[in-house]
């Protein structure tokens, strides 16, 4: 995982807005965030965060097959991140494209990139969730903006010829009906950026947090449940839950539905916010870094996004 090296606290937020410490900490969980520095872009965190995981998987960037970066807020409309990440890497043979599935956009790019892998076209590929929300978030409103940081986390997939070992199931979902619930309304080809367009703060990220809230809890509860009980497995044989870390309040509603023990999750919105389709990825990058995974350890995985989109994916840690 990566995240910049600019801290911005809670306290840094009360010069800017009118908000307080106590108020996100008490609504959110969120402490502090990290935020990209004036010329600093989404590649150049996916860069740090792949080489990272390029070399912990002992893997060259030669190698790859494959490069799929899950993001919402790509260095630049097109070309897409994923090329200018396989130039920056020297990923010769691999190609590559961006994947926008929003708060999702990680668990769909890793069960894209499974696919390739699981029918044997592919030997290595890298999944990459990276998002620079600082971009797209408007400064002057309270409540979104102390919600978010930017970040990258990366993961190396390969097969493996051992049973039960590695990515066991997943389920993917969307319903579009939820899209403006959270979304950006301008800078597509619906509402091309005009002086209009940016004089209404229309490419800011535009939220109703009530009702992601409450959708959030809901879809990510139980399609957690679904993807457990359709395995033969009971939330005592979890390891580690890792839920997307959009508001600390979402992670604990989801733990009580599932009946999980807090030491069951894992939880870093505290000290880098919402970072989008980075959360997991940087998640399960400390769990291993602070050796609280083991090989065979389950896994589970969920996510809930914009779109709406949400899912989740269980899995057997493969690395020793
Ligand atoms: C945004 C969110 C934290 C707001 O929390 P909430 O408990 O729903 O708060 P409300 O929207 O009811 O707002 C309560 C009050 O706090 C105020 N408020 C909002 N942001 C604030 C802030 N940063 N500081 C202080 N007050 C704030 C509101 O203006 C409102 O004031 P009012 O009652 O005078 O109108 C919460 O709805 C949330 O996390 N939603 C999900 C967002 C999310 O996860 N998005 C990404 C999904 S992937």
Same mark, same amino acid.
């Given at each position: /995982?990566?995240?910049?090296? %600019?801290?911005?606290?809670?306290?840094?937020?009360?010069?800017?807005?009118?908000?307080?410490?106590?108020?996100?900490?008490?609504?959110?969980?969120?402490?502090?965030?990290?935020?990209?520095?004036?010329?600093?872009?989404?590649?150049?965190?996916?860069?740090?965060?792949?080489?990272?995981?390029?070399? *912990?998987?002992?893997?060259?960037?030669?190698?790859?097959?494959?490069?799929?970066?899950?993001?919402?807020?790509?260095?630049?409309?097109?070309?897409?991140?994923?090329?200018?990440?396989?130039?920056?890497?020297?990923? %010769?043979?691999?190609?590559?494209?961006?994947?926008?599935?929003?708060?999702?956009?990680?668990?769909?790019?890793?069960?894209?990139? $499974?696919?390739?892998?699981?029918?044997?076209?592919? *030997?290595?590929?890298?999944?990459?969730?990276?998002?620079? /929300?600082?971009?797209?978030?408007?400064?002057?409103?309270?409540?979104?903006?102390?919600?978010?940081?930017?970040?990258?986390?990366?993961?190396?997939?390969?097969?493996?010829?051992?049973?039960?070992?590695?990515?066991?199931?997943?389920?993917?979902?969307?319903?579009?009906?939820?899209?403006?619930?959270?979304?950006?309304?301008?800078?597509?080809?619906?509402?091309? $950026?005009?002086?209009?367009?940016?004089?209404? *703060?229309?490419?800011?990220?535009?939220?109703?947090?009530?009702?992601?809230?409450?959708?959030?809890?809901?879809?990510?509860?139980?399609?957690?449940?679904?993807?457990?009980?359709?395995?033969?497995?009971?939330?005592?044989?979890?390891?580690?839950?890792?839920?997307?870390?959009?508001?600390?309040?979402?992670?604990?509603?989801?733990?009580?539905?599932? %009946?999980?023990?807090?030491?069951?999750?894992?939880?870093?919105?505290?000290?880098?916010?919402?970072?989008?389709?980075?959360?997991?990825?940087?998640?399960?990058?400390?769990?291993?870094?602070?050796?609280?995974?083991?090989?065979?350890?389950?896994?589970?995985?969920?996510?809930?996004?914009?779109?709406?989109?949400?899912?989740?994916?269980?899995?057997?840690?493969?690395?020793?």
């Amino acid at each position: /995982m990566y995240v910049p090296d %600019k801290v911005v606290t809670n306290k840094d937020l009360e010069k800017l807005i009118d908000t307080s410490d106590q108020w996100i900490m008490e609504r959110t969980g969120i402490r502090q965030r990290h935020l990209v520095s004036e010329g600093e872009a989404n590649s150049d965190l996916a860069i740090q965060a792949a080489q990272h995981a390029l070399r *912990k998987a002992n893997v060259k960037a030669e190698e790859l097959d494959l490069i799929i970066v899950a993001t919402v807020t790509p260095d630049m409309m097109f070309p897409c991140t994923a090329c200018v990440i396989q130039n920056k890497l020297g990923a %010769k043979k691999a190609w590559g494209f961006d994947l926008s599935g929003a708060c999702s956009g990680f668990l769909y790019a890793l069960v894209t990139a $499974a696919q390739f892998i699981e029918t044997g076209t592919y *030997k290595k590929v890298l999944v990459i969730g990276s998002d620079v /929300m600082s971009s797209i978030i408007d400064f002057e409103d309270r409540a979104t903006c102390v919600l978010f940081g930017d970040g990258a986390g990366a993961v190396v997939l390969e097969p493996t010829e051992e049973d039960g070992i590695g990515i066991l199931d997943s389920i993917l979902a969307a319903d579009g009906s939820g899209g403006t619930f959270l979304y950006m309304p301008a800078g597509g080809s619906r509402r091309p $950026a005009s002086i209009e367009t940016v004089q209404k *703060k229309m490419h800011y990220v535009h939220q109703d947090g009530k009702n992601v809230f409450k959708y959030a809890v809901k879809l990510m509860a139980e399609v957690s449940h679904e993807v457990l009980a359709r395995n033969g497995f009971g939330t005592e044989d979890v390891k580690l839950y890792v839920p997307h870390q959009a508001n600390m309040r979402i992670i604990t509603a989801a733990k009580d539905r599932l %009946k999980l023990r807090d030491d069951q999750v894992a939880v870093n919105i505290d000290r880098y916010a919402n970072t989008t389709a980075a959360t997991i990825p940087s998640c399960l990058a400390e769990a291993q870094d602070c050796g609280r995974l083991q090989r065979g350890d389950l896994i589970l995985l969920a996510s809930f996004g914009a779109g709406f989109t949400w899912g989740s994916v269980l899995l057997k840690w493969a690395i020793d």
